[in-house]
Nanobody, 126 residues
Framework: QLQLVESGGGLVQPGGSLRLSCTAS????????IGWFRQAPGKEREGVSC????????NYADSVKGRFTISRDNAKNTVYLQMNSLKPEDTAIYYCAAARQYDSDIWDHISLYDYWGQGTQVTVSS
């Protein structure tokens, strides 16, 4: 069965780092762009980052540029989100999602994505 599974979330202090992983199965992973989204309590789900199927193009929300880095290893069917200099405002459930076509203009639109993971909690607090 097709599946996206996030891992690596947890509790971290402000200024700390965390690496999230998204591992896929059941579909042709290297045909898909992968996005990371997050949702804090009472707020809308927002795009964090996206990477094209080959890894040649990336997108980031303004709020995370310079702090987060997205990468992928297609041989492992895995996408990573390295999060550095974490802030309390980064606290949210983080989801990964797969899109058949990469579109730099709408990378952060939920409607672009076909498959979603279950989410992993990230809490940034002292």
């Amino acid at each position: 069965q097709l599946q996206l599974v996030e891992s690596g979330g947890g509790l971290v202090q402000p200024g700390g780092s965390l690496r999230l992983s998204c591992t896929a199965s059941g579909f042709t992973f290297h045909y898909y762009a992968i996005g990371w989204f997050r949702q804090a309590p009472g707020k809308e789900r927002e795009g964090v980052s996206c990477i094209s199927s080959s890894g040649g193009n990336t997108n980031y929300a303004d709020s995370v540029k310079g702090r987060f880095t997205i990468s992928r290893d297609n041989a492992k069917n895995t996408v990573y989100l390295q999060m550095n200099s974490l802030k309390p405002e980064d606290t949210a459930i983080y989801y990964c999602a797969a899109a058949r076509q990469y579109d730099s203009d709408i990378w952060d639109h939920i409607s672009l994505y076909d498959y979603w993971g279950q989410g992993t909690q990230v809490t940034v607090s002292s």
